[in-house]
T-cell receptor, first 113, second 112 residues
C-alpha cells in the first residue's frame, strides 16, 4: 500500500516549539495517532484525533488535522530534552475486513540545550 | 497488569538456525501484532491476529510463521534464519483493530 510519510529528523532548541508533520493516504481513516518511542523501548500512544475533528489539544501537545490535504501535524510547546524520541504517525486503515494501524517511518526529534 | 511481555530481550542466531520469539499479553486483548523495526524504516507489520485461532499476513510475512492458540500468547517463529532478519521485533496488542496498541519492550535479533 501507499506509505504514510514523515520527515526523518527534526532538531530544536530546548524551550522552542517543535512541529512534526505527516501525510497519510486513506481519506476514510477514522483515527489518526501519534506514538512516541524512547530509546530502547517500545512505542507508546501519545495522542490521537478523530477524523471529524480539526484540532485536539492536550497540555503541551496540539494535533492539527487537514482532511482535504490528508495532513496531520503534532506541535509540542516548550520542548524539553525529555521529549527527545522518535515520533510515529499512524492511520487506521481497512485491511481484509479488519482495521490495522499503518505507521510512518518515524521522525527523530533531537532537543539540544 | 504486566501488559505485553516479550522474551528474549536479545538473541544472536547463526544463519539457518530456528527460533521462536515469545509474546504474552494479560489485558485480554483480541488483536495481536508482530512488527519488525529497521533503522530509518519505521515499523513493518509481519503478521497479525484478530483472535485465538485466527492469523493473517501483514506486509512482510516471508520467512516467518505465527500461531495463536490462546488469547494471551502470539509466538513468532523463524524457521531458517537469514541475515536479512536482523532487526528489532515488537509485539503489540489492542482491544480491536485500529484502537490504541500496547507494545512490548522488543527483542533485538542478530543473525550472523
Amino acid at each position: 500500500g501507499e506509505d504514510v510519510e514523515q520527515s526523518l529528523f527534526l532538531s530544536v532548541r530546548e524551550g522552542d516549539s517543535s512541529v512534526i508533520n505527516c501525510t497519510y493516504t486513506d481519506s476514510s481513516s477514522t483515527y489518526l495517532y501519534w506514538y512516541k518511542q524512547e530509546p530502547g523501548a517500545g512505542l507508546q500512544l501519545l495522542t490521537y484525533i478523530f477524523s471529524n475533528m480539526d484540532m485536539k489539544q492536550d497540555q503541551r501537545l496540539t494535533v492539527l488535522l487537514n482532511k482535504k490535504d490528508k495532513h496531520l501535524s503534532l506541535r509540542i510547546a516548550d520542548t524539553q530534552t525529555g521529549d527527545s524520541a522518535i515520533y510515529f504517525c499512524a492511520e487506521r486503515r481497512a485491511s481484509g475486513g479488519s482495521y490495522i494501524p499503518t505507521f510512518g517511518r518515524g521522525t527523530s526529534l533531537i532537543v539540544h540545550p | 497488569n504486566a501488559g505485553v511481555t516479550q522474551t528474549p530481550k536479545f538473541r544472536i542466531l547463526k544463519i539457518g538456525q530456528s527460533m521462536t520469539l515469545q509474546c504474552t499479553q494479560d489485558m485480554n486483548h483480541n488483536y495481536m501484532y508482530w512488527y519488525r523495526q529497521d533503522p530509518g524504516m519505521g515499523l513493518k507489520l509481519i503478521y497479525y491476529s484478530v483472535g485465538a485461532g485466527i492469523t493473517d499476513k501483514g506486509e512482510v510475512p516471508n520467512g516467518y510463521n505465527v500461531s495463536r492458540s490462546t488469547t494471551e500468547d502470539f509466538p513468532l517463529r523463524l524457521e531458517l534464519a537469514a541475515p536479512s532478519q536482523t532487526s528489532v521485533y515488537f509485539c503489540a496488542s489492542s482491544t480491536s483493530g485500529g484502537n490504541e496498541q500496547f507494545f512490548g519492550p522488543g527483542t533485538r535479533l542478530t543473525v550472523l
